[in-house]
């Protein structure tokens, strides 16, 4: 059956190709657009309600005092804080790709995002080690660093000798049971980054991250965290990870809906295209059909020879796609990750494209099956 | 050259068709008629016809064009269905078979052998030969060493790679016959297996035909229309307007 199949399929070399290429790019796109909208929307999976950021509402992207954060801590419901300066910059041997980099209160971090668990090696080496960093699995990965590796950041935070460049150490590895684009932080001492810096830059933070005791709870609690700093200079914005998260996709407009849309007219457009060639390809091979019916193949073989036709070139041409559209994203990620952190071609996506490949396939064989089973066969030998 | 080829194929060879004109008819046709709707018109193309065609028997039908004689054949393989009467081919019924049972029987006993030759263009003449035996539970091996087998028989042992493009014209009916006899059965039904070549290539075709009848004891049914053919045949059986006779009508 595969020699048949091969044969169908080799029989109008140049068809096939264009249809096979139409296919390829089809689904490139389908997995860049997939992409894209992870890259949105994905940003929501793993964040937590029992999470909270503290931001500079004065100056946005400005930095708070970090004794903002042992006020934070006293507030009723807060279990624990991280007072974050984040360190923007890329890593010496990728200068394309960005790095995120936090200098934390030495783990104190990882109490807060329960789902990040350094082992304890890991964490002990860390907190004798004040040029030492853990980093998240995905970008250790990515970067291709291991344990005990030197890592060099380029930034445009200053030191107090004028360099940009930060040289810390890697510790270990976090585990972390969250999607791979929260897997991407290096964390640092803020003690080590802070002495390193100006006196005018010293004791400041960007972020501040909570954890509270209830979820359902998160907008008391953040609002009572702004009025403690309703009086001081610089007002703080508090919110919820999931409400932070749900405001900056609302920014991107309905992405899902107009992925849907592009995804569905390039794939009716697709379909369209794999039924004229499957459909000409049976017409043209019904004299063919009739005389494998003459040799003695049921009908039934003949709907597998003519699905199994469609199957090897969807999957096929889907496969390729899928592939090549996953290099693509590779390719894209450094000008995207700042933006969409959650950029990243899922399994789910993958699996998607197969079964609408499959689906194509089902639909674009069954076109031309009435006319190839309701051949008369001693007439199409006749040549009738 | 086909004289040796043809002990190879041996291996394929079962007990039935080595008996020759055994008695009892091979295929019987028992008032037999068809008729074709063709509009508000009918054509009965085929008149109640009777027929005993013995085993090992190599049987020439000829007749003018428009006279019945391939419905006749169709009916005799099972690729048609007679409108009224009997076809019994070894004892069985076939007018009474499903379409999957006719299937499944022409493969295993009826080899066609068609005058345009009905290869697949995009397969190798070993693929083409392959072609029945992908009905069988056969490995790739044995199916590649039939294969090879049936197309020695034909005398193309060193064309198996050669698409029928490739191909003389009756070089593509040696492997139309090569798959013909891949699944070794009884009965051999040709439909004009001449009547696209020369009279030379003709001639070679027509003696592998009364080859695999005097030799391999195949029963082989011919339509003509050429006498020169119909010579090579046993007997002559001639249709006019759905009727045969043992004389051509005058």
């Known amino acids: 059956m595969f020699s048949l199949i091969w044969g169908a399929l080799g029989r109008r070399k140049a068809r096939t190709v264009f249809t096979f290429l139409s296919i390829v790019a089809a689904f490139m796109l389908f997995s860049v657009l997939a992409t894209i909208r992870q890259g949105v929307v994905g940003q929501l999976g793993g964040v937590s309600a029992s999470s909270l950021n503290t931001y500079n509402r004065t100056v946005q992207g400005g930095l708070m005092p970090l004794d903002y954060a042992n006020r934070i801590a006293r507030v009723p419901g807060v279990v624990a804080v991280s007072a974050l300066r984040e360190i923007p910059g890329t890593y010496v041997r990728t200068p394309a790709q960005p790095v995120t980099v936090f200098a934390a209160q030495s783990e104190s971090i990882f109490n807060v995002f329960a789902d990040y668990r350094p082992s304890p090696v890991a964490l002990r080496a860390f907190r004798n080690d004040p040029q030492g960093a853990i980093a998240g699995p995905a970008l250790a990965r990515r970067m291709g660093w291991k344990t005990g590796d030197d890592i060099t950041i380029h930034s445009d935070l200053l030191r107090q000798d004028g360099r940009g460049t930060w040289q810390f150490r890697l510790d270990g590895i976090y585990a972390a049971r969250v999607p791979s684009h929260y897997q991407s932080f290096l964390v640092v001492h803020y003690g080590h980054v802070n002495a390193a810096l100006p006196a005018v830059q010293r004791n400041q933070v960007s972020q501040i991250v909570e954890r509270i005791n209830d979820p359902r709870r998160s907008a008391e609690i953040s609002r009572a965290i702004d009025t403690l700093f309703a009086a001081d200079p610089v007002h703080t914005l508090t919110q919820s990870q999931e409400a932070e998260m749900m405001a900056k996709i609302r920014q991107f407009g309905n992405v899902s809906l107009l992925v849907l849309a592009v995804g569905a007219t390039v794939f009716f457009t697709l379909l369209l295209i794999v039924c004229n060639t499957l459909y000409q390809s049976a017409q043209e091979r019904l004299t063919e059909f009739a005389v494998l019916r003459a040799l003695g193949f049921r009908s039934r ?12 070139l969807n999957l096929s041409g889907a496969a390729a796609g899928l592939l090549g559209g996953y290099w693509l994203t590779q390719l894209m990620y450094a000008a995207v990750a700042s933006v969409l952190w959650a950029f990243d071609l899922t399994l789910t996506a993958v699996f998607t494209g197969l079964i609408i490949a499959l689906v194509i396939s089902l639909v674009a064989a069954g076109i031309p099956l009435p006319r190839m089973l309701g051949i008369r066969v001693p007439e199409m030998l006749r040549g009738v | 050259m086909h004289r040796s080829a043809m002990r190879n194929l041996s291996s394929i060879r079962t007990p039935r068709n080595v008996q020759a004109l055994a008695a009892g008819p091979l295929l019987s046709l028992r008032r037999v008629t068809k008729i074709y709707k063709r509009g508000s018109e009918t054509v009965e193309v085929l008149q109640a016809l009777n027929l005993d065609i013995p085993r090992g028997d190599f049987l020439a039908l000829m007749g003018p064009s428009g006279s019945g004689k391939t419905t006749l054949m169709n009916i005799l393989g099972g690729i048609d269905r007679p409108t009224a009467g009997e076809v019994i081919v ?44 992908i009905l069988k539970d056969l490995g790739m091996r044995e199916r590649q060493q039939r294969a090879r087998a049936a197309l020695a028989v034909v005398g193309l042992e060193a064309h198996l790679k050669y698409r029928p493009a490739e191909l003389s014209g009756g070089q ?36 592998l035909l009364q080859l695999l009848n005097s030799e391999h004891g195949k029963t082989v049914v011919m339509v003509t229309h050429d006498p020169h053919a119909a010579a090579r045949a046993r007997r002559t059986l001639f249709m006019t307007k759905g009727v045969l006779s043992q004389e051509p009508e005058a």
Do not use: K
């Open chain 2, 90 to 133: 070894d004892g069985q019924r076939i007018h009474e078979f499903s379409d999957n049972a006719l299937a499944d029987w022409r493969a295993s006993h009826v080899g066609f052998v068609f005058q345009l030759y009905h290869l697949l263009p995009a397969l190798s003449a070993e693929q083409n030969v392959t072609l029945p035996l």
């Open chain 1, 301 to 312: 073989r003949l709907v597998w020879l003519l699905l199994g036709e469609a199957l090897a």
């Open chain 2, 172 to 207: 593509q009916q040696r492997v139309g016959i090569a798959r013909a006899i891949v699944m070794d059965p009884p009965i051999l039904l040709c439909d004009e297996p001449t009547g696209d070549l020369d009279r030379r290539t003709g001639d070679g075709i027509l003696e």
